[in-house]
């Protein structure tokens, strides 16, 4: 089922896109050609499993007033009439796993059939098509077992699955891969630099986590660390948090504080040793920008994670107070993202513990952390990756 | 009408902040305390003339019918209830102008009674009283002339109006200075980096500049050519603004294409020597993301200025594609970069030229650029800035 070679395809996949016709890239495209033939550069994956973005899960159950029946409905006519997984409200995707069915003779990604992989590209710009209804969701959670196909571009990421590590770890570590492949080459670049030296007595640069007790936080913090921190400071929003985030070692100091109180934050992270060198934002809740620009020392960086970001709010907001800060959006792909986030939760076993605890909390219906008990819409850790 | 010394006061303004009550930045406050007694690091201003932003102007009109009466009434109503001029819809405020009356003797900003200034922190974080109704203003444009004094805290950033240049020019300037700043600042360590050496045989990073017609795009790539750029790529939406971009002799190359078709953009950049080292997007509509991340070489460095830039729409996009960029927020505030910008627009007569016509084009009833012939929200050079 592979094409002929004289058939043109594009490495980005624009030869998949249906509506509308004509420079848009599947990402944005309404509509995808999920045909199983496919291209020379593509690949063909034989899919057992979507992991929808907790954004989009939580729109479909609301709108469909949680009927398991009529969320599965509508994940069905999604895929059917767009020719992938995007909710067309939050725009968001998720991931899939799966296994390699045929490999065409010039894909880049190096696999080959049978291997057991994950995408690393968003689903909602993955070709898809599912056979089997969605007949074993049972709609209570965003983890969806199906049986149907994904393609894959010349351009799109797969992790092969390490044998040595359970799935559903290394699905929660590779959700958020981008995170601590990002933090690690600011921090590694900010330690040459000489940043921190000095600053408090520190040989390295101040790192400041917002959200350290979540996946990306978590790791990133592991991250810093090896690129050459000098002191690390993790931000919860409650004591529970800071107990668990002190039990695994995570940081230096961590401290409690609301993360959308630029002055509580700030306060509390200068207090620990602060103003950070780089800040790294894993909280995903609206109105982080503030804070952690008020949190970081003139020169520093802030690395920008949460998809809740507001563009406006970190340009205007440094702005606003003659922030002489490099803001970086967090970009999900960073060469190696893969196997470094494997690395270090190999390496950290007390990352490891945080992360295999949160697994153990996820099967039945899911405890969103909004239905915590304490304040409404609490600052929280990511909850399922971003893509 | 300075408070004493023993009342407490914050250089980033919180003392002035009235709901709600703790922890929010002035920004992002409902109400300011415009009260015209100053804290010792403040500094009052006699305002002569408020420069909404765009978007806000344009919102206001539209909520208004056009009416001018009623757009003033409008203004007036944000201002008695808000202390400070913060469209509630848009979120957005402008700048304004006006001649120092008091300092206080703890103000760090350098300034004297009698210095005519403009601000360079929003109105939306400017605590300001207007005492003359707007009856000078014919609600037709954003320039609204008035009588009133606002409050510039510790950090807030005000530059003296140059006695050399006409105010209308200096403010267009200000308005947008710190986009030079910024591409200065990178291409500059691009360069330093070897970025570009023997990249197409140029002697120093390339550079594109999706919007370099506008002022914050035309001010852009001088500052890029006093960085060390080797080459230059400017990107017009349509021929007319590449005869001006041409004329003034802004680029190396000039090549027309939507900035918000990613294929378009990106093979136009390639083709006149792309992909670039940095990319600048100066073109303030939606949607230019993709095409931003395509036209950049891996390693390079995305710098996105326009307010109009989505954070998920970069961070999704650089992802799906695989693209390891750095992709910067615009940051409005680099030390020095006023006078940087001043000394671009004296040094550069064929970019002042570019300024001058535009702000010849102002009075009036001022041409939107969406009524514009063409396409319907054609992408355009920045308006008015972004504060």
């Not at 007949?135 to 571009?153: T, Y």
């Not at 993790?234 to 985030?245: D, I, L, S, Y």
């Not at 109105?287 to 406006?312: D, K, N, P, R």
Request: hydrophobic share 40%.
């Amino acid at each position: 089922m592979t094409r002929s070679i004289s058939e043109l395809s594009s490495p980005l996949g624009l030869h998949r896109v249906i509506e509308p016709a004509g420079g848009v890239l599947p990402q944005a495209a309404w509509r995808l050609d999920p045909d199983p033939a496919i291209w020379p550069d593509e690949v063909r994956v034989r899919v057992d499993r979507l992991n929808l973005d907790a954004a989009s899960f939580r729109q479909l159950r609301e709108a469909s007033g949680g009927d398991p029946d009529a969320i599965r409905t509508a994940v069905l006519e999604i895929i059917a009439s767009r020719g992938k997984m995007q909710n067309p409200v939050t725009g968001s995707g998720g991931m899939l796993t799966g296994v390699v069915d045929e490999v065409g003779s010039g894909s880049p990604l190096g696999l080959k059939p049978g291997d057991r992989i994950a995408t690393l590209v968003s689903l909602s710009l993955t070709p898809l098509a599912v056979t089997d209804g969605l007949a074993g969701w049972d709609g209570q959670s965003e983890q969806v077992p199906c049986a149907g196909h994904a393609i894959l571009f010349g351009r799109s990421i797969a992790a092969v699955l390490p044998g040595d590590l359970p799935v559903p770890l290394s699905l929660a570590v590779l959700d958020v891969c981008g995170a601590p492949a990002l933090t690690h080459r600011v921090v590694t670049a900010a330690a040459l630099d000489g940043r921190g030296a000095g600053n408090g007595g520190g040989t390295g640069p101040v790192v400041a986590i917002l959200g350290v007790a979540g996946k990306s936080g978590s790791l990133s913090a592991a991250a810093a660390r090896r690129g050459g921190a000098g002191t690390i400071i993790g931000v919860v929003p409650h004591e529970q948090e800071a107990v668990a985030a002190r039990r695994a070692r995570l940081a230096d100091h961590v401290v409690v504080a609301d993360a959308r109180d630029p002055v509580a934050v700030s306060a509390a992270i200068r207090g620990a040793g602060g103003p950070a060198d780089v800040t790294v934002v894993c909280v995903d809740v609206p109105g982080c920008e503030g804070g952690a620009i008020l949190s970081t020392a003139e020169g520093g960086t802030v690395i920008f994670f949460s998809m809740a970001t507001s563009f406006t709010a970190a340009a205007l907001g440094a702005e606003g107070v003659a922030a002489d800060v490099t803001m970086l959006v967090g970009n999900g792909y960073v060469p190696g993202h893969a196997q470094l986030a494997l690395d270090l939760i190999r390496a950290e076993p007390r990352v490891r513990a945080l992360f295999d605890s949160r697994i153990d909390e996820q099967p039945g219906p899911k405890q969103e952390p909004d239905e915590q008990p304490g304040p409404k819409q609490e600052p929280r850790e990511d909850g399922d990756g971003r893509r």
